[in-house]
């Protein structure tokens, strides 16, 4: 049993609340692109490459003030940055070929997909209790999709099994993404990561428009309601991406993926009160069951402290791929010293003593 003292510390609450704080973005820029889409705009890589321009110059800028080396090789940044560009052309490009429930009920596959990735490269350990989060907080998202269901709120695209083929694979490379962030972010630097994705995902962006998007950029009739969602669209993202990181060196992927089941009912309560909409009993049931899910996930990290004394070695082992190493070696022949010269003093201790007692 978990005590509230253990679930409600202060690294769970800025969890929590950054969590939900990210999936609010996700849901403004899911507003946005349908604003977009509704005035016929179809251009999702376009719409993410100011994004990365904005996160090229600010955190560019910022890397070149303080001209320090770079902690992790150029190529790691290029390759996660193709990734991330395909990721967010994959699953946005799906909305044409399959119904919106189906790609909320399939992106859920980057769940247990980082989960994997997580343990198998990250050594991440995963308690029942965690499991057991990440449960409720799918057994809710599928609340949601039973309500669509119930509702009648389905259509079945114009190729489902390919929309699906394509969300699974964009969830994929999602789960890809973060846990390289994840990684990346706990062992070289955020404002290296973020300046960095952003000068390749421009660059790659660019490129993809070029060829993919050249037509519909020229055919767009640029107003005021169609620059507005745009542009809000792209600041959003890049708040998004910027504390991405923070979230991932707090608690790691799978709180952030598990933290963003929830935007789509979040886009459910700015309906109802917006929009003045009717929606279906269910959603408010699901949100409660993600919500206590991820209080699940998150409690008890004082439990977890002995996993990550015992994982030392291996972030150490890890950290060989940068320029720590010999900050790490320093530090551990220090504390070697350190032990020695307790344990001599231990020993002086004992003989006076013991001659004390001859005495």
Sequence with gaps: ??????IWTKKTLVALGLGQFLSLLITSTGFSSSELARRGINAPTSQSFLNYVLLAIVYGSIMLYRKQALKAKWYYYAILSLVD???NFLVVKAYQY???TSVMLLDCWSIPSVMVLTWFFLSTKYRFKKIAGVIVCVAGLVMVVFSDVHSGDRSGGSNPRKGDALVIAGATLYAISNVSEEFLVKNADRVELMSLLGFFGAIISAIQISILERNEIKS??????????????????FLFYSFVPI???ISGSTMLNLSLLTSDMWAVVIRIFAYHEKVDWMYFVAFAAVAVGLVVYSGGDKEEAPHHADGGDEDAERSK???EEAGSSKTRESGKLDLASTSNADEEDIESKNVGKKS
């Design 1 to 6: 049993m978990l005590s509230f003292k253990k």
């Design 85 to 87: 560009v395909e990721a």
């Design 98 to 100: 399959t119904s919106i």
């Design 220 to 237: 767009i009739h640029w107003s005021a309601g169609a620059a507005f969602p745009f542009f809000g669209f792209s600041l959003a993202m």
């Design 247 to 249: 979230l991932l060196k």
């Design 321 to 323: 791929h940068f320029d």
